[in-house]
């Protein structure tokens, strides 16, 4: 059983050396490059008067939840998590769910604000709808993704981060971990 700890954790800080990082051209892009990237973005944004929207199903509309509140909460930024269970039950029904964050980014996205798409597999049709609109309302967008390298989730975002790992658990501790960094070096930065 110790064995499984060990390994648990080993394989977690192999994954977190293997996290890959594209552009919006794809170029590959040092994954610290990419995280001080992403947060310059977001400090530039939010400067500016935008907002950051995160959106993910699962476990993944879990994590949109909290950092959504942390970023607000603890750094002091325009941040929402469109999980709302009203919402998300009413767009459902009326409309299906594959358009939930569509109708939601649609309505509620300005230019320029930054949309965090996350979503394990990177294929999930909500998502990719959602990034869709974000794109068609100008916003700036961060991916984070997993499992298959070619998922279409990780070809979308003006920064991409990729976890190679198909074990949901694994792939959700390094999406979440990234999102705090950004957050953390924010708030760092400040000072």
Known sequence: MKDFIKNYYFEIKNLFDSIKMTDNRRKVLNFFEGVYRAAELIKKQIVSGKKLIFIGNGASASISSHLATDYWK???MRAIAFNDAALITCV???IGYKHVFEKSIEM???KGDILIAISSSGKSENILRGVKMAKKKKCKIITLSGFKSENPLRKLGNLNFYVPSSVYGH???LHHSI??????YIMESRK
């Open 74 to 76: 603890n750094g002091g």
């Open 92 to 94: 459902s029904n009326d």
């Open 108 to 110: 509620f996205a300005d």
């Open 171 to 173: 792939v959700e501790i």
């Open 179 to 184: 999102c705090h960094c950004i957050l953390e």
